[in-house]
Structures are given as C-alpha cells and as structure tokens.
C-alpha cells in the first residue's frame, strides 16, 4: 500500500464531499498534504447551516457547489480545476426497495458517474475511483438487483468497465462494504440503534438475519486512498470489507451491550428486505493489488462508534 507522502501537492477532487466517506475521505486527504477540492451539490451557506456536529472539514479545504448530474457540469469542472485523481461519492444513498428511489439513484449515480467518465474523457486525469455497491449483483451470477440503488450502482460498474476497455478512462472501482463509524447519518442502522439505545428509546428493527460484511470507516478510507494512488490497477474492482460477516441481529446485541442496554430492542417491528443477498468481501484479492487488509475488527469499531455517539449526543 502506498505511503500517504505520496499525496503530497496530488490536486485531489471529491463529490460528495459532505456525505458519511466523503467527509472522512477530504480530512485524510488533506492532512496527507492533498490539494482538496471538496464537491457538493448544496451551496456553501446551506452546507454550512446542516453541519452541526459534522463538521465540514479542516481548514484549507476549497469547496465548490457542483451537480454531476446535471449536462456539461462535470466537464467545466475538470477543465476549470484539472485534478490529477477524482472521487465520485455524491448520489442518492438508500437501500430501500420503494418506487420513489427509481429516479434520485438514477440521476444521482448512474446519470451523474457517465457525465464524469465523458468529461474524463475528453479531460484526462490520472485516476477516477468510483464506489461499487455490495448490493450490486454480480456479473457471473443471474440475480436481480435489490433496490433501484442497487440496480444503478450495478449499471455504473458496468459503464466504468467499458469506458476503461474501449475508451481507457484510468477508472478504479472501489467496492465498500457495510460502512459504519462515528458521525454516520442517523437512518443507518448502527447510529440509529446507538443512539436510541444511549437515550433510552427501544429501536425498531427487523428480524436481524441479514448478515453483512461490517467494516469501520478508518479502514474504508485508508482502502479509498489506496485506491486512488496504486499504480497499475486500472479497471480493477477492490472490495473494501474484513472478510467476515456478521448478523445484524449480532451487531444490535453487541450496541445494546456496549451501552448498558436501557431499553429493550423490538426485534421484528420492521419487516425484512425483499431480496437480501449476503457478500463477503475478497480480502485476498484487494490486499495483493493493493496490499490494504481492515484492520479493526467489529467489537472494537462498535466500541470506538458508541463513544463518538456518547460524547456528541446531547442529553447521554
């Protein structure tokens, strides 16, 4: 894996820059000596007002209200500020089956990654890195994509494989697993459940049978920055997981224990996912391209996670 030296004075453009990876991403970056250019779709005055305990970055960090998803954006974009590495993190994020969610992930990531990889095209950089989904299907396997996330998600890996082979776009796929850690958004699972359990409140959730591959954001990023800076994995999809997988009726139990379980947890008061398919990531393969492996197992992430909560949740 390289040495974060190597991003020193690297110009480094990321979408999506206040999401969850995305905010953790531009921190590392910078503190590595990048010059980050931070993307987001909202203005800097409402990105600043939706902080609050998240804060939008270190100081020094250029940040730039852009839309990918909107014709000819992501192509100003480039030519204006000529980045040598871009990571495309913006899109509508949810694993939720509804109808609704058909056109935002549509736009958001499909739309949005293939005005990248046309402006990449016509202003070459040296090395896009694009976020593949767990949920997405594979190609060897004949399923059916979960979610409109999914199928988009999906449908982006595929358009990144093809403007690699025939048009050459150094594109790196980067493939994480079930993210998780301190300041994640509330409507995921392990914030939601901390924070109810931290405030006495019993959380709702489902049966708890699905299993994922939970890997703690620190690993995530330091994944990410490979990704970005290896040499000679163009076209390559790396998982980002531990290898192991994990119930989610074992991760509530371990939150609840980790804070004294104040209130009792309502399993199966949400229903289950229509289709759930559960993936372990291929360790193996990502730590000999890259030489990355997770390095904090779950009990020890849920615990980090459950004191990031305990110190910013007002009232615990």
């Known amino acids: 894996m390289t040495s974060l030296a190597s991003w020193a004075g690297t ?5 999506g820059a206040t999401g969850f990876i995305g905010r953790h991403l531009v921190r590392a970056l910078a503190g590595a ?18 902080a609050a305990a998240n804060s939008p970055g270190p100081p020094g960090l250029r940040w730039v209200q852009a ?18 590495v871009v990571y495309h993190l913006a899109g509508h994020s949810t ?17 949005s990654s293939v005005h990248l990889l046309l402006a ?19 190609l060897a396997a004949d399923e059916v994509p979960s979610s409109p ?30 993210v998780y850690g301190p300041g994640q958004g509330a409507e995921k699972l392990v914030p939601y459940v901390t924070r109810c359990l931290l405030q006495g409140q019993p959380p709702r959730v489902s049966q708890g049978k699905w299993a994922a591959d939970w890997t703690y954001i620190d690993d995530v990023v330091e994944g990410m920055l490979a990704a970005g800076a290896c040499p000679a994995i163009e076209g ?16 509530v139990d371990l939150l609840s224990e980790m804070t004294c379980g104040r209130a009792a947890v309502q399993f199966g ?20 391209l890259i030489g990355w492996r997770a390095r904090i197992g779950l009990r020890e992430g849920l615990s980090r996670t459950v004191e990031w909560f305990r110190a910013n949740i007002g009232g615990v």
């Open 236 to 251: 390559r999809t790396l998982d980002l997981g531990t290898g192991e997988t994990h119930s989610t009726r074992e991760v």
């Open 269 to 288: 008061a949400l229903e289950d996912r229509p289709i759930a398919v559960v993936r372990q990531a291929s360790v193996e393969e990502t730590a000999t």
């Open 11 to 15: 110009r480094v453009l990321v979408t």
């Open 120 to 138: 990449a095209h016509r202003h070459p950089v040296r090395r896009i890195v694009l976020p593949a989904s767990l949920n997405e299907p594979f």
């Open 95 to 111: 694993g939720s089956s509804g109808v609704e969610h058909v056109e935002p992930t549509f736009t958001s990531l499909l739309e």
């Open 67 to 84: 839309d990918f998803a909107k014709p000819g954006v992501a192509a100003r974009t480039l030519e204006a500020l000529q980045p040598d």
């Open 149 to 178: 996330y999914a199928a988009a998600k999906w449908a982006t890996s595929a358009y990144a494989r093809m403007f690699h082979s025939l048009y050459r776009v150094p594109v790196v796929l980067a493939r994480p697993f079930m």
């Open 33 to 50: 000596g990048a010059d980050v250019i931070a993307v987001s779709r909202r203005a800097p005055a409402e990105r600043h007002a939706g």
